[in-house]
């Protein structure tokens, strides 16, 4: 059974670079045909697609953040990260890793239980 | 950017009850790609619908999806006490990827 795991600081000081990783249990990132994306929630709203990778690397990102992100991939950790430069207030949120169904970008079938990041001094 | 309404905000129903939830767009949806998921408190997203009417595995069948285009509708028969959550619509046809802002059904 697929299971994914957010993992990374809880406490980003403003101005700093927010960096998760998720790490994927259950099934090969490299041998799978799947795209991984990073989805994000403050805290008593709704949910936010940040940004999208393919296991060759290839990544799509939401215009409004573009940017100040990056994901990367780590195939022979079978994990991907997350990096969020410029950070403030405004970028506290859980913060989940999920995966897209099938081989293409579609909706998410599966998602790590998430991780609350707070920005503060 | 496609922009996704959803109405009501809140819905408040009995257990039993039937809950009607909508979620409009601001451009039609490619291939009705519009999918449902639904947020207990503390928890992650979980997918209830997708391709605006097909079911995801081990969802139960009092939970339907339909509509095309731009109007999309999820439907819950005889609210079960798990049923009150926070349930987002989200399209997936068009890039950027958008959820909608939410309706929380909770009991009367």
């Known amino acids: 059974q697929l299971q994914l795991q957010e993992s990374g600081p809880g406490l980003v000081k403003p101005s700093e670079t927010l960096s998760l990783t998720c790490s994927v249990s259950?099934?090969?990132?490299?041998?799978?045909?799947?795209?991984w994306g990073w989805i994000r929630q403050p805290p008593g709203k709704g949910l936010e697609w940040i940004g999208t990778?393919?296991?060759?690397?290839?990544?799509y990102y939401t215009p409004s953040l573009k940017s100040r992100v990056s994901i990367s991939v780590d195939t022979s950790k079978n994990q991907f990260s997350l990096n969020l430069s410029s950070v403030t207030a405004a970028d506290t949120a859980v913060y989940y890793c999920?995966?897209?169904?099938?081989?293409?970008?579609?909706?998410?079938?599966?998602w790590g239980q998430g991780t609350l990041v707070t920005v503060s001094a | 950017e496609i922009v996704l309404t959803q109405s009501p905000g809140t819905l408040s129903l009995s257990p039993g009850e039937r809950a009607t939830l909508s979620c409009r767009a601001t451009?039609?949806?490619?291939?009705?790609?519009l999918a449902w998921y639904q947020q207990l408190p503390g928890q992650a997203p979980r997918l209830l619908i997708y391709?605006?009417?097909t079911r995801a595995t081990g969802i139960p069948d009092r939970f339907s999806g339909s509509g095309s285009g731009t109007d999309f509708t999820l439907i819950i028969n005889t609210l079960e006490p798990e049923d009150f959550a926070v349930y987002y619509c989200?399209?997936?046809?068009?890039?950027?990827?958008?959820f909608g802002g939410g309706t929380k059904v909770e009991i009367k």
């Open positions: 999920a995966r897209h169904n099938g081989r293409g970008f579609y909706y998410f079938d599966s």
């Open positions: 259950g099934g090969s990132i490299y041998r799978s045909s799947y795209y």
């Open positions: 990778i393919y296991s060759t690397g290839t990544t």
């Open positions: 451009q039609s949806v490619s291939n009705n790609y």
């Open positions: 391709g605006a009417s």
């Open positions: 989200h399209q997936y046809g068009n890039s950027p990827l958008t």
